[in-house]
């Protein structure tokens, strides 16, 4: 399931250290290595999807599994009431720089 090339993967792997916030069998949560706001996490499925056009119908629990661990982080990192985006970069043109899909949460503006 992993891809060897995969940076994301690696770091699911435990080849590539990374301080976990959150981590559970579908999914882990680390913060970005060059943070957008004063909180960037990003919120990344064990399996290895390369983007939202990937995402396959038995994927469905994937995603929710990510926007409900996204409002649990937000409230941990006390982001929840001041408010924070949620976003995923899709390819080259959205933005992505990974190929490993993940969902962005950004906040802790002041
Ligand atoms: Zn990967």
């Known amino acids: 399931m992993a891809n060897e090339d ?3 993967c690696k770091i699911i792997n435990g080849e590539i250290p990374a301080d976990f916030l959150f981590e559970d069998d579908r999914q882990i949560v680390f913060k970005d ?15 290895h999807i390369r983007s939202i056009n990937d995402l396959e119908n038995s994927d469905q629990a994937i995603i929710s599994d990510l926007i ?16 924070y985006r949620l976003f995923f970069n899709v390819e080259k043109g959205g933005g992505q720089e990974v190929f490993h899909l993940h969902l962005h949460l950004i906040g802790g503006w002041d």
Do not use: Q, T
């Not at 943070?35 to 499925?45: D, S």
């Open 6 to 8: 995969c940076i994301f």
């Open 33 to 47: 290595i060059n943070p957008l706001a004063p909180i960037h996490l990003l919120l990344v499925p064990k399996k």
């Open 68 to 83: 409900m661990r996204a409002k649990s982080m937000a409230e941990k990192m006390s982001v929840d009431k001041s408010g």
